[in-house]
């Protein structure tokens, strides 16, 4: 998990432009580690996980990973991010299967998002009461993968996202 507190850490600071305070660590919980971090005054909280399986028949690729962030000042909760490693094809959607569930999150360069926050909230829902979720994706090389992520300990680090930011359980 080492590895994963360092590319949270690293993405919290991109984000920020490098002006986040320091990104405390609130745990690691199964699969998923749990953070947060001062964003001028505001408070920021994510959990992140990486796959536990990745497949494609790619030459290289950078970090994969899974993040839900709350932004409360900024009314952003429950914000789903697939970061894939690479720049996906244009005009392409990152397929993502979480038990029997079915979700397409539009693309932007190396990122997946939900369209809306209702998806982003069936999407917490679904990860809360599934074992795995599998995201599938083109590269902009044409290289289709998938990463399968486990979804192991992901309850417990969301609850210690919304704890630390201050949200009400449920």
């Avoid at 690293?10 to 919980?29: D, R, S």
């Avoid at 990486?50 to 009314?75: F, N, W």
């Avoid at 995201?135 to 996202?161: C, E, H, N, W």
Wanted: proline share 2%; aromatic share 10%.
């Amino acid at each position: 998990m080492r590895r994963i507190a360092f590319v949270a850490m690293i993405l919290a600071l991109a984000a920020t432009g490098g002006g986040a305070q320091e990104v405390k660590t609130l745990g690691t919980f199964g699969k998923w580690s749990a953070f947060s971090y001062d964003e001028g005054g505001k408070q920021v909280c994510y959990a992140a996980s990486i796959p536990i399986k990745s497949e494609g028949a790619y030459k290289s690729r950078g970090d994969v990973q899974a993040l839900i962030t709350h932004r409360p000042a900024e009314q952003a909760i429950d914000v789903v991010n697939i970061v894939a490693g690479y720049y996906y094809k244009p005009d392409t959607d990152a397929n993502v299967a979480v038990g029997s569930r079915r979700f397409d999150l539009f693309t932007v360069e190396g990122r997946a998002w939900a369209r809306d926050a209702k998806t982003d909230k069936d999407l917490v829902q679904a990860f809360i009461t599934a074992n795995s979720m599998v995201v599938k994706g083109v590269s902009s090389r044409g290289t289709p993968t998938t990463d399968t992520f486990s979804l192991q300990g992901f309850t417990a680090a969301y609850k210690a996202i919304g704890e630390a930011c201050g949200l009400k359980a449920g």
